[in-house]
């Protein structure tokens, strides 16, 4: 996968891929759950090369064949490994009525020569559990949604409420602790009104503890703690999130890289709910303890975005979990639905490149999707708008084509680059003749190419008529935008040609380029795009 001029990840084999760990000798684990000879086992994978190649699988623990989910292991600072793992129990259909999924633990010993009888350390109904954590003091957390019992998933904060479970002795008793962190649901949203759930930790070097927590608010939410036990009631963080989770690990060096989907939900298919906000899955990098990031770039990107999904199952990239390789890279490991669980090497220096360019050799790194049709159980059909076609006047070149072929939407395409509150983003267009009009806007956050929120939101939206006042059709011109936190000043061919206002504020920065089709009706004609280049500053 092309992740622009520089490669930021490296996919491995889609096969075997879930949490993993690094050894103290620099060898990484990986495990999951697997049904094999009548019973259930964890089995591990193993590369010595920096997460490059695996080795097959083998089973290391045999389970009973009660329906145990996914291991999430923790390597403890003693060099054992811990996994908790979510069972089901029950048969009814009620979340925490008559259906459960309590969670259990059991650790290994002798330098993970032998393992521990499974014990329960929570009975309830868990969400999806996103990370074991242990602090520097030697106390282990695993935090998690717990489903009250015969709470609507609507306003005012759904069924979900964040918590965890503590040891203080290497995982032998557990203990809960008292908070129950509550985010804000609203009527209509384009989803499941959970509440706040799937929350990730990591400890800060003041001795604070930080818990990102998935909601359905637009925005990861945050809660601090001094032990991991109490915690700040949770509040907006600066991620502006879809309804997904997050995970942070730190790097050798001190500094923190967060994975998650920066992705604004679309509205409603009128009426009707449609799975999305999951396209891309996002990294950002801080030096200082998270007051400031920078990055904000695509990790992965969903190879189908561009097609209708399936109908069936789970998709998108979003879970992810890391660990730090030995020779300083990230092992990332995000995805969900067949074929999209996967394994990438990122290298953390990539966050911080200061231009980025696209030259259409390929689409990869564009988000040209447009819904159609009605919605059902979440599912729309999709289709792929703009395309690349011949260049006009360079043999053997493409660009991108932009316009508004039948009655559906007009095209949108979203391009995404590394996030800076300062810089020069120059494309090369051509209006054709006939051109029925674009807008052309910088955000900070991945909009669908073809949601009007994403202009409506944007940061600066610049409109191109179709009167040819600022593209003379049939002419290649090079349109420069200059932008800082208040200002976006618009060029064309070096020539002043207007000033825009930012509408809205982007702390860390614009990371994003949405080019929409306006035509009003068909337009066969669109605008053609030869090349987009970004520098930061």
């Given at each position: 996968?092309?992740?622009?001029?520089?490669?930021?990840?490296?996919?491995?084999?889609?096969?075997?891929?879930?949490?993993?760990?690094?050894?103290?000798?620099?060898?990484?684990?990986?495990?999951?759950?697997?049904?094999?000879?009548?019973?259930?086992?964890?089995?591990?994978?193993?590369?010595?090369?920096?997460?490059?190649?695996?080795?097959?699988?083998?089973?290391?623990?045999?389970?009973?064949?009660?329906?145990?989910?996914?291991?999430?292991?923790?390597?403890?600072?003693?060099?054992?490994?811990?996994?908790?793992?979510?069972?089901?129990?029950?048969?009814?259909?009620?979340?925490?009525?008559?259906?459960?999924?309590?969670?259990?633990?059991?650790?290994?010993?002798?330098?993970?020569?032998?393992?521990?009888?499974?014990?329960?350390?929570?009975?309830?109904?868990?969400?999806?559990?996103?990370?074991?954590?242990?602090?520097?003091?030697g106390r282990i957390i695993a935090p998690f949604a717990d489903w009250l019992p015969d709470v609507r998933t609507a306003p005012p904060t759904g069924p979900s409420v964040t918590t965890c479970v503590y040891?203080?002795?290497?995982?032998?008793?557990?203990?809960?602790?008292?908070?129950?962190?509550?985010?804000?649901?609203?009527?209509?949203?384009?989803?499941?009104?959970?509440?706040?759930?799937?929350?990730?930790?990591?400890?800060?070097?003041?001795?604070?503890?930080?818990?990102?927590?998935?909601?359905?608010?637009?925005?990861?939410?945050?809660?601090?703690?001094?032990?991991?036990?109490?915690?700040?009631?949770?509040?907006?963080?600066?991620?502006?999130?879809?309804?997904?989770?997050?995970?942070?690990?730190?790097?050798?060096?001190?500094?923190?890289?967060?994975?998650?989907?920066?992705?604004?939900?679309?509205?409603?298919?009128?009426?009707?709910?449609?799975?999305?906000?999951?396209?891309?899955?996002?990294?950002?990098?801080?030096?200082?303890?998270?007051?400031?990031?920078?990055?904000?770039?695509?990790?992965?990107?969903?190879?189908?975005?561009?097609?209708?999904?399936?109908?069936?199952?789970?998709?998108?990239?979003?879970?992810?979990?890391?660990?730090?390789?030995?020779?300083?890279?990230?092992?990332?490991?995000?995805?969900?639905?067949?074929?999209?669980?996967?394994?990438?090497?990122?290298?953390?220096?990539?966050?911080?490149?200061?231009?980025?360019?696209?030259?259409?050799?390929?689409?990869?790194?564009?988000?040209?999707?447009?819904?159609?049709?009605?919605?059902?159980?979440?599912?729309?059909?999709?289709?792929?708008?703009?395309?690349?076609?011949?260049?006009?006047?360079?043999?053997?070149?493409?660009?991108?084509?932009?316009?508004?072929?039948?009655?559906?939407?007009?095209?949108?395409?979203?391009?995404?680059?590394?996030?800076?509150?300062?810089?020069?983003?120059?494309?090369?267009?051509?209006?054709?003749?006939?051109?029925?009009?674009?807008?052309?806007?910088?955000?900070?956050?991945?909009?669908?190419?073809?949601?009007?929120?994403?202009?409506?939101?944007?940061?600066?939206?610049?409109?191109?008529?179709?009167?040819?006042?600022?593209?003379?059709?049939?002419?290649?011109?090079?349109?420069?935008?200059?932008?800082?936190?208040?200002?976006?000043?618009?060029?064309?061919?070096?020539?002043?040609?207007?000033?825009?206002?930012?509408?809205?504020?982007?702390?860390?920065?614009?990371?994003?380029?949405?080019?929409?089709?306006?035509?009003?009706?068909?337009?066969?004609?669109?605008?053609?795009?030869?090349?987009?280049?970004?520098?930061?500053?």
């Amino acid at each position: 996968m092309d992740l622009g001029a520089n490669h930021a990840a490296t996919p491995g084999a889609p096969n075997y891929a879930n949490a993993a760990v690094t050894l103290p000798d620099g060898s990484i684990e990986s495990f999951f759950r697997r049904s094999a000879n009548g019973h259930v086992s964890i089995f591990r994978t193993r590369s010595i090369d920096n997460g490059r190649n695996w080795s097959e699988p083998e089973a290391i623990v045999h389970l009973s064949v009660e329906p145990w989910g996914g291991p999430m292991p923790l390597l403890d600072r003693a060099g054992e490994l811990h996994f908790v793992i979510p069972k089901v129990r029950g048969n009814g259909r009620k979340p925490a009525v008559d259906k459960f999924i309590d969670l259990w633990h059991l650790r290994s010993t002798g330098g993970r020569a032998r393992w521990s009888e499974p014990q329960r350390i929570f009975e309830g109904y868990c969400g999806a559990q996103q990370g074991v954590f242990q602090l520097k003091n030697g106390r282990i957390i695993a935090p998690f949604a717990d489903w009250l019992p015969d709470v609507r998933t609507a306003p005012p904060t759904g069924p979900s409420v964040t918590t965890c479970v503590y040891s203080d002795d290497s995982g032998k008793t557990w203990r809960r602790s008292p908070a129950k962190l509550t985010a804000p649901c609203h009527d209509g949203y384009n989803g499941s009104n959970y509440g706040a759930c799937e929350p990730t930790l990591i400890e800060l070097k003041d001795g604070r503890v930080w818990m990102l927590i998935r909601t359905q608010d637009g925005f990861l939410y945050e809660s601090f703690s001094t032990d991991g036990v109490d915690w700040s009631p949770a509040k907006r963080s600066r991620f502006h999130s879809s309804n997904s989770p997050a995970f942070p690990v730190r790097l050798p060096d001190g500094r923190i890289v967060v994975f998650w989907n920066n992705c604004e939900m679309p509205p409603r298919a009128g009426k009707d709910g449609v799975y999305s906000g999951r396209d891309a899955l996002h990294a950002a990098i801080s030096g200082d303890e998270g007051k400031t990031w920078r990055g904000f770039r695509e990790v992965y990107r969903d190879a189908t975005r561009n097609g209708s999904p399936p109908k069936d199952g789970d998709r998108g990239t979003a879970y992810p979990h890391a660990t730090v390789t030995k020779d300083g890279k990230i092992l990332l490991v995000s995805g969900q639905g067949a074929d999209r669980r996967r394994r990438f090497l990122v290298d953390p220096d990539w966050l911080l490149e200061t231009s980025q360019s696209e030259n259409f050799a390929n689409l990869d790194a564009w988000h040209l999707f447009k819904g159609f049709g009605p919605a059902k159980r979440f599912w729309r059909d999709r289709v792929q708008g703009p395309a690349l076609i011949a260049h006009p006047d360079k043999p053997g070149a493409r660009v991108l084509h932009i316009r508004r072929p039948d009655d559906r939407d007009a095209d949108g395409a979203v391009w995404n680059f590394p996030a800076a509150r300062r810089g020069t983003l120059t494309l090369r267009l051509r209006a054709k003749k006939d051109f029925g009009g674009a807008l052309i806007s910088l955000t900070d956050r991945m909009f669908e190419p073809c949601d009007d929120n994403g202009e409506k939101l944007a940061v600066f939206t610049l409109s191109i008529g179709r009167d040819g006042a600022m593209l003379k059709p049939g002419q290649w011109h090079s349109l420069g935008l200059v932008w800082d936190d208040k200002r976006c000043a618009v060029t064309v061919d070096g020539n002043p040609a207007g000033d825009l206002a930012a509408r809205a504020p982007a702390d860390d920065g614009l990371s994003y380029l949405r080019l929409r089709s306006t035509a009003p009706a068909v337009d066969a004609a669109g605008f053609l795009v030869e090349s987009v280049n970004v520098e930061l500053r």
